[in-house]
């Protein structure tokens, strides 16, 4: 005896059927019949999602995509999970939809569709790169921003799409990472025809930024030329020269610490790749002699600045490195030699902390570097005075007078070297010189009291003893020649005024 069939089961079997109908006529290519058979079996069974997804798959192959999304939302309603093929079937036909919005520029509409599409299937980057052309036509940059990353983390080589990321990263004013962008738009597509006009367009208008920023500098208005160069780095972040030449210009407005940074960054650029926050010392030796020119020049005016502040062990610290840098550059081209006034500089430093041995060493350095420097003469000369000072406080009289005598050769214009001199020699019993030392002084300072007083007072003893003749007969008195060592004296002091000893810093 046949068993009896339910209802249910008997219309789930035809549903079936007519589903099966339907499935031979999409092999076939003839959708409209096969959706006529979907739209039976539905009716017979309209609690079985899997008829909806074939119904609206034909919908989508005839393009009528608002069915086949009306299936599709049918289905989802009774199934919140369905199978992953199904649900990347879906999205396609909510991505085809919202495209279509998107190219009618009914942005608002397709990003309702596009949504929806990358909640279904988010590994799709087409998915995400379309929302991310909706949103840019409704001018939201910044979630336009985050589609397109989306899309390049599932497909990282494509370069239409870093061609347009990183125009978003200049919209936002991320020029860095725009122009990394386009980098590595250029390694995978170098005849992309948007890298080459942005290269072409990026050096006509930097080059052209750079001779303005020239023009600004070379008339000394340094504020001008900054923001012609600002400009310049967004167009060719990567450029030496301008970095270079922004450090120069950091350096005349007194920002030390943003001219550093520049050079640090064209020192990277330079080498070609990105590094810690300090180079390695074997590239700093391989380093573009312009490059470690300019940092010492920065150096050198960071110290500058500290020893007008009274900073001497900073400046101390920044001539230090200064000068490390210029001799390993000096040693890598030959003809060229450190710039003296660094040495100066330093000198400067040790004589303000009292290390007075150091400071004699790097102004002789200066010396032999300069030998014709009045400045340099005169530091050197302080030096010896006030080693001499301190030798005749300890009654080393005989290698005071050496010192004080240095002093002279260096700078024979300050009377109080004369005095000091004269002094020695008179602890020594050598009346005649100490009266010619104290002569010169008075010649180079006519109106200074101590000199006028031993002037005076070796006068009237020299006077009394007949060896040297009144002031009123000094004409006259000629019979008798000069001895060797004061030939030597008069031979040196000269009648214009001394200078004041105080020698001022060095600028390069």
Not at 317 to 339: H, V
Not at 383 to 388: D, E, H, T, V, W
Not at 401 to 409: G, K, L, N
């Amino acid at each position: 005896m046949d068993t009896v069939k339910a209802p249910k089961a008997l219309l789930h079997e035809d549903a079936m059927t007519k589903k099966m109908e339907g499935d031979v006529h999409v092999r076939r290519g003839d959708y409209e019949k096969a959706i006529i058979c979907y739209n039976k079996a539905c009716f017979i069974s309209p609690d079985d999602y899997t008829l909806y997804a074939a119904r609206g798959s034909a919908y989508a192959k005839l393009c009528d995509f608002k069915s086949a999304i009306g299936n599709f939302k049918k289905l989802l309603s009774l199934q919140n999970n369905p199978p992953q093929a199904i649900k990347e079937e879906i999205a396609a036909v909510f991505n085809a939809h919202g495209y279509s919005f998107l190219l009618d520029k009914e942005y608002s509409t397709a990003i309702v569709y596009l949504t929806d599409a990358v909640a279904l299937d988010a590994l799709q980057a087409n998915y995400w790169l379309h929302r991310c052309l909706a949103y840019l036509g409704l001018a939201l940059w910044t979630k336009a921003l985050k589609d397109i990353d989306h899309a390049i983390c599932i497909d990282a080589n494509d370069a239409d799409i870093l061609v347009l990321r990183a125009k978003l990263h200049w919209k936002l004013g991320l020029i860095d990472k725009g122009n990394t962008d386009i980098a590595r738009a250029f390694k995978l597509c170098p005849n992309h025809p948007e890298v080459l006009d942005f290269e072409r367009k990026m050096w006509h208008q930097s080059q052209h930024l750079h001779d303005m920023a020239c023009r600004h500098i070379l008339g000394r208005d340094f504020a001008k030329a900054l923001d012609c160069l600002d400009s310049c780095i967004k167009f060719n972040a990567e450029d030496p020269k301008v970095l270079i030449l922004r450090a120069s210009v950091f350096r005349e407005l007194r920002d030390y610490r943003a001219a550093l940074a520049d050079v640090e960054r064209a020192s990277r650029c330079f080498f070609g790749k990105q590094l810690g926050d300090e180079l390695d010392q074997h590239m700093r030796t391989e380093e573009h002699p312009e490059i470690s020119r300019q940092r010492n020049l920065i150096l050198n005016d960071m110290a500058v600045m500290h020893i007008q502040a009274g900073e001497f062990e900073a400046g101390l610290t920044a001539m230090n490195q200064a000068i490390a840098s210029e001799t390993i550059t000096s040693s890598r081209f030959e003809g060229t030699t450190i710039d003296y006034r660094y040495h100066v500089n330093r000198g400067d430093c040790y004589r303000a902390l009292g290390k007075l041995q150091a400071a004699l060493a790097d102004y002789n350095t200066a010396r032999e570097l300069q030998p014709t420097d009045t400045e340099i003469h005169t530091r050197i000369a302080m030096i010896r005075y006030q080693f001499g000072l301190e030798l005749f406080n300890r009654a080393a009289f005989d290698k005071a007078e050496v010192e004080f005598s240095s002093a002279i050769r260096h700078n024979h214009k300050v009377p109080a070297f004369f005095i000091r001199r004269g002094d020695c020699f008179r602890y020594m019993d050598q009346s005649q010189l100490a009266f010619q030392d104290y002569v010169a002084a008075q010649r180079l300072a006519p109106d200074d009291a101590e000199a006028k007083v031993k002037v005076s007072q070796y006068a009237q003893f020299h006077a009394s003893d007949h060896v040297v003749a009144p002031r009123h007969h000094a004409q006259t008195t000629t019979t008798q020649k000069p001895t060797r060592v004061e030939q030597a004296w008069r031979g040196a002091v000269q009648k214009d005024k001394a200078p004041d000893p105080a020698a001022a810093v060095q600028d390069v």
